[in-house]
């Protein structure tokens, strides 16, 4: 059988590989200190050496057929090199305009596409001066390397920006206006390798302390303003000439309209209920496309809401498991520290 190269070690990896398995492709993951990892737990093979280790990317990228990624911030250099030895989807345009939110922005505004009002910043001083322009509220963000909220400062009327510049801890950052949104929404998209395109509904996410906490499959909301969050994610993965899957992080405004607010060319933790609720799941599809096979049917045979486990949540795995219809999902994680995602559950409901 072919074997699928791995960038990344996390759970979404690992649901990656399960998924592959499925369709009897190995994965052989490759990320630093990746033994016992997630993703090395069901694994056929681990590298766990630097991104900087060029022998050791070049003997990986022998050994595998394609490569992916489960981390979107993977040194571009790394991809290309990987690249003059085996095909790697996505590749490094894709990944150069994800991992810094004023590519990201500037690539999605050049499309037609709206977002909130921002502006890069590189120091208090300019901060200040943006703030001045398009705040009073705003959102402080590290350009690069943020994830579930760190990196970021809310600037309120009376915030020092200078405590706001202090608190992201770079030296590139991008102010963002205040965006009063009814909810926020994503769309994931798989692209295959002849450009074929398969999205699923547009589902409602809610946030705890800048985690994603539940999953709402799908939103509740109009069918207009979920075919402008679908049209948004097709017309951003067609201009990325993304192969791989796609999530579209999004806005809903008062008026109904959408406003892109990041996106992730991987599997996103708001594409797990997938894997219990429709034909083909996000994992799935990404093996799919980056093999180059047909993707699959994106149909729901259920809805379905989604919970995450996040750190000491992960106790409550023998309730969970006794309770009927609670669709388990651990990631084989030993150590549940504070913010951790150690795992998630997710319930069917009856289909809307
Ligand atoms: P993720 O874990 O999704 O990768 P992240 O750390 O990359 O998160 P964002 O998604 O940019 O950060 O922001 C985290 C959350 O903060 C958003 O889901 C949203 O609730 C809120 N937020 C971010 N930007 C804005 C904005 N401009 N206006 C209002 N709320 C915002
Ligand atoms: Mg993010
Ligand atoms: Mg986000």
Redesign the pocket.
Same mark, same amino acid.
């Given at each position: 059988g072919s074997t699928i190269g791995m960038l990344g070690d996390g759970q979404l990896g690992r649901m990656t590989a399960l998924a592959a398995a499925r369709l009897g492709y190995k994965t052989h993951v490759y990320a630093p200190g990746s033994e016992g990892s997630p993703c090395a737990q069901v694994s056929a093979a681990v590298t766990s050496a630097g991104w900087d280790d060029l022998d050791a990317l070049e003997t990986f990228a022998r050994s595998v057929d394609v490569v992916t990624l489960e981390w979107e911030n993977v040194p571009v250099a790394v991809v290309e090199h990987l690249g003059r030895f085996t095909p790697v989807h996505p590749g490094g345009k894709v990944l150069s305009v994800a991992q810094d939110?004023v590519e990201e922005k500037s690539f999605v505004n050049a499309l037609g596409i709206g977002t909130?009002p921002?502006r890069a910043a590189r120091s208090a001083e300019e901060v200040a001066r943006v703030v001045a322009e398009i705040g009073p509220r705003? $959102?402080l963000?590290s350009t690069r390397l *943020?994830?579930? *909220?760190? *990196?970021?400062a809310r600037i309120e009327p009376g915030t020092d920006p200078a405590d706001a510049w202090a608190a992201i801890g770079s030296d590139a950052g991008i102010v963002? *206006? &205040?965006?009063? &949104?009814t909810c926020?929404v994503s769309v994931i998209v798989a692209r295959g390798l002849d450009g074929t395109m398969a999205a699923y509904p547009a589902v409602e996410?809610r946030?705890k302390d800048? $985690?994603?906490d539940k999953t709402l499959a799908p939103a509740r909301m109009s069918a207009e303003t979920a075919a402008e969050a679908e049209r948004v994610a097709r017309r951003i993965a067609e201009a990325l000439d993304l192969v791989g899957v796609l999530a579209v992080?999004m &806005?809903v405004t008062p008026d109904g309209g959408v406003l892109v607010?990041?996106m992730?060319p991987r599997p996103h933790?708001s594409g797990h209920w997938t894997m219990d609720a429709c034909h083909s799941c996000q994992f799935e599809q990404l093996v799919r496309a980056v093999c180059g096979l047909p993707l699959g049917s994106v149909e729901r045979v259920a809805d379905a809401e989604m919970e995450n486990l996040i750190g000491a949540d992960a106790d409550r795995w023998p309730e969970l498991m006794a309770e009927p219809g609670a669709r388990l999902h651990l990631y084989g994680k030993a150590e549940a520290r504070p913010g951790r995602k150690m795992g998630h559950v997710t319930r069917l409901l009856p289909r809307t």
């Open positions: 939110r909130a921002w705003c $959102i963000k *943020g994830y579930d *909220g760190k *990196g970021q963002e *206006g &205040f965006v009063s &949104f926020e996410n946030h800048g $985690i994603l992080e &806005f607010n990041e992730a933790n």
